[in-house]
């Protein structure tokens, strides 16, 4: 076990990721403002190059089976995936790119699984450290000139750090992204189901088959066994 200073991790980040803070936070002195939320996009420049793969996971997580089995899902990868990383389950961002899909209605963006782009969920992140380092288009989207340029494309402005990072570029290149299946991240949180979206809510939340991980993100219990 290996134990890192957070105060030096954020200060090694702080300079690739001030730009983004600007378009993924909810604002100054917020929860998600802070740098260390914006830690998976960065890790592979941060961490040592020995270290070629890692999962990172949120700590509002229930393992109900052997986390081996889900590092052997970087096995799975594609040639030119970086990140393996779930769906989300709610309709966050059909909420937040709402906009953009005004002026672009026939858009597959933040629709419902199987056939929309309904966004990640990062609480359950295969980074691929080696790839990542690797990957020349990756690089180039941590650039702070495309970032503005994506964000204005999509008119995006997001307040959940990575999530929101990977789910941007994941709408303009989806073949950085390993799509993990549900199981693996079976998100809890219903908050937008009694905020505007009940209609088609459970069209975002079901996920079929024996559940791998539970996480009971924005404060849900998570089930007893």
Excluded at 23 to 31: C, D, E, K, L, N
Excluded at 195 to 220: A, L, M, P, R
Aim: proline content about 5%.
């Amino acid at each position: 076990v290996i134990f890192h200073d957070v105060d030096v991790l954020t200060e090694q980040l702080f300079p690739i990721v001030e730009a983004m803070q600007r378009h993924f936070s909810a604002g100054s002195g917020t929860y998600y403002s802070d740098s260390i939320f914006f830690l998976s996009v960065a890790m592979h420049r941060i961490m040592p190059k020995e270290i070629t793969r890692i999962i990172q996971v949120d700590l509002d997580l229930k393992y109900k089976a052997n986390i081996r089995d889900l590092f052997e899902e970087f096995d799975n990868f594609k040639e030119g995936a970086v990140i393996g990383i779930a769906r989300e389950m709610q309709p966050v961002y059909r909420h937040t790119f709402w906009q953009y899909r005004r002026e672009n209605p026939h858009t597959k963006v933040g629709e419902p699984p199987p056939d929309g782009l309904p966004g990640f969920n990062s609480g359950v992140l295969l980074l691929n450290l080696e790839a990542m380092r690797q990957s020349k288009l990756y690089n180039q989207l941590l650039e702070p000139a495309v970032v503005q340029k994506l964000t204005e494309k999509y008119r995006f402005k997001g307040h959940l750090g990575d999530q929101d990072f990977f789910t941007m570029i994941g709408m303009e290149h989806p073949e950085l992204f390993h799509v993990l299946d549900c199981t693996w991240n079976r998100q809890l949180c219903t908050w937008w189901k009694d905020h505007g979206y009940s209609d088609v809510f459970d069209q975002y939340f079901q996920c079929e088959g024996e559940v791998k991980i539970y996480h009971g993100n924005c404060n849900t219990p998570i089930p007893e066994d």
